[in-house]
């Protein structure tokens, strides 16, 4: 028997992103989640989380490049959407140590500042809750770097799950020559795979994920190269909503617009894809 009331689990705003990079294919970065975790314990997983009280700050929104702030809100249909893409640098940082940053209006953070461990002490205090977003950049003087950052995607955890989020989700290309590295406590190992590949291995049992994870993926898998994605993503032509097939075995079954099968299928978890 549950131990908790799922209909009265609080819906929270949350902001993810899929980090992805060219190699001979195209290639996403994974996170592997603490087996410990309340929510998604030991599945695989994109970098994100909650959206806290500290990113809606209108002195991060001034620091926030390449985003048309109105827009965002248009976008996002949100007084605070800005919030969304803060969230998703932040928990990059803190979860897989990828600093999505510039250090002036058009120079990306050095990469070998971050690989030095420059920043270090600060991951471990935002990740602690010992300093803030804003804390971080009056120390440093950096600036967030927005315009990476194509929205792309929107999930909402069905009734069920001890907690449930609201989140937007994001695709971005990598910031050159940074290392990414587990924070060892949220995430436990992380990897960059291959979309078909990382599908292939959920197939097999091999990595566990979400429906969310597992559709964007699959999305994702149908582009050659990150340019292609990232082309697709900023022209928001692509939009579409998931819906969900039993198999004959009652094993989900993601289902896009123009799948076989699509109009019959459920609509038991929201979502919607613009890649």
Same mark, same amino acid.
């Given at each position: ?18 980090? &992805? ?11 592997? *989640?603490?087996?410990?975790? &309340? ?39 949100? %007084? ?11 928990? /990059? ?6 600093? &999505?940053?510039?250090? +002036? ?6 990469? /070998? *500042? ?44 069905? &009734? ?22 587990? %924070?060892? +406590? ?38 050659? /190269? ?10 928001? /032509? ?38």
């Amino acid at each position: 028997m549950s131990e908790y009331d799922q209909a009265a689990i609080q819906v929270r705003p949350a902001a993810t992103v899929m980090l &992805v990079r060219q190699r001979a294919e195209v290639e996403v970065l994974m996170l592997r *989640r603490n087996a410990r975790s &309340v929510f998604v314990g030991d599945m695989w997983v994109f970098p994100g989380g909650a959206v806290d009280e500290a990113d809606r700050d209108d002195t991060l929104y001034e620091r926030l490049r390449g985003v048309d702030l109105d827009a965002a809100r248009g976008r996002l249909e949100l %007084d605070d959407a800005p919030a969304y893409w803060i969230a998703t640098i932040r928990e /990059t940082f803190e979860e897989a140590g990828v600093l &999505v940053a510039l250090e +002036d209006d058009n120079t990306a953070v050095d990469s /070998t *500042r971050v690989a030095s461990g420059e920043f270090t002490s600060w991951r471990d205090d935002l990740n602690s809750g010992q300093a803030t977003m804003r804390s971080f950049l009056d120390d440093t003087g950096l600036l967030l770097d927005g315009s990476r950052l194509a929205y792309v995607a929107r999930f909402i955890t069905p &009734v069920g799950p001890p907690r449930r989020y609201d989140a937007r989700f994001f695709l971005a290309h990598a910031p050159e020559d940074q290392m990414a590295s587990v %924070d060892n +406590d949220e995430a436990v190992g992380h990897e960059w795979v291959p979309p078909a590949v990382a599908i292939a291995r959920e197939q097999s049992g091999e990595m566990e994920m979400m429906t969310p994870t597992l559709a964007c993926l699959r999305r994702l898998a149908a582009y050659e /190269t990150a340019h292609d994605a990232l082309d697709a993503a900023w022209s928001g /032509t692509a939009e579409t909503r998931l819906r969900i097939n039993l198999d004959e075995r009652g094993i989900r079954r993601i289902a896009f617009r123009g799948d076989e099968g699509y109009e019959a299928a459920s609509d038991s978890e929201f979502g919607w894809i613009g890649i």
